[in-house]
């Protein structure tokens, strides 16, 4: 069974557009994600899935710098883009994370891949998202090729395309949900990036902990929080947008 994680990534984010190359110590918050990635254990391979837009060729150039297998698709289908970008990627399994998360931490990609392996015939499909407790920013869901081409082949509301994933877990009655959920509830930290102040956030905790420490996790992040426990405030007035906004 190939395992494949796919990021989706593109420049024309609504509310800090761009916001995937913007530089912490004169490396784009992309590239620290593809480290991170390089050490998910579980994974065969990963790949990031951005738009046919001319405004994602700096993502594609980006990727092949670094080696990193890229695909172009549509910039709002994005079941689409994802479906063939794990088709490209021959992919038995696919792992959904996404680029505004350049701190998720492989161990927690790892331990979603593993709940997944060891529940193949208790469950369809696998999150640590959907029963909020790890922070927000550590997302991983999981789930054959097969559920993929079929949510790709019957969803139709258009939020069920742009987030690859609805088609799924809003129907348990169809599909069996598994959810990994931390032994802590920390889903009150938000470590994604979507605004100026979730950057400011992110690139303080990566200048306190890259330079001596690059692979650090989320028991390190937890720790330089406690340490500076004014940062948690600068994005905690930040509101998610919920699903079909």
């Known amino acids: 069974m190939r395992t494949v994680v796919i990021v989706q990534a593109r420049m024309t984010s609504t509310r800090l557009p761009g916001k995937v190359l913007k530089e912490v110590l004169g490396k784009?918050?992309?590239?620290?994600?593809?480290?991170?990635?390089?050490?998910v254990r579980l994974a065969d391979a990963f790949a990031i899935a951005t738009t046919t837009n001319e405004t994602d060729l700096p993502i594609v150039e980006l990727c092949e710098r670094l080696g990193v297998p890229v695909t172009r698709g549509s910039e709002?289908?994005?079941?689409?883009?994802?479906?063939?970008?794990?088709?490209?990627?021959?992919?038995?399994?696919?792992v959904r994370t996404t680029s505004d998360c350049p701190l998720i931490d492989p161990a927690v990609i790892d331990d979603v891949i593993g709940f997944f392996a060891g529940h193949r015939e208790r469950y369809d499909y696998v999150s640590n998202a959907l029963t909020p407790s790890y922070p927000y920013g550590m997302p991983a869901e999981i789930l054959p090729f097969g559920l993929l081409e079929q949510a790709?082949?019957?969803?139709?509301?258009?939020p069920e395309r742009e987030h690859v994933t609805?088609?799924?877990?809003?129907?348990?009655?169809?599909?069996?949900i598994g959810h990994v959920v931390h032994p802590e509830d920390l889903s009150h930290h938000r470590w994604t990036v979507d605004t100026a102040e979730d950057f400011e956030l992110v690139r303080r905790i990566i200048e306190a902990l890259h330079p001596a420490a690059p692979e650090f996790g989320l028991r390190d992040i937890l720790a330089v929080l406690d340490e500076h426990p004014d940062w948690s405030t600068i994005n905690a007035h930040v509101r998610q947008k919920k699903l079909g906004e």
């Open 152 to 158: 790709h082949r019957e969803a139709a509301a258009p």
């Open 28 to 39: 784009p918050l992309l590239e620290y994600l593809v480290e991170r990635l390089r050490r």
């Open 76 to 94: 709002h289908d994005v079941l689409a883009r994802y479906y063939e970008a794990a088709r490209f990627m021959r992919a038995d399994v696919v």
């Open 166 to 176: 609805p088609f799924i877990y809003t129907r348990p009655e169809r599909f069996r």
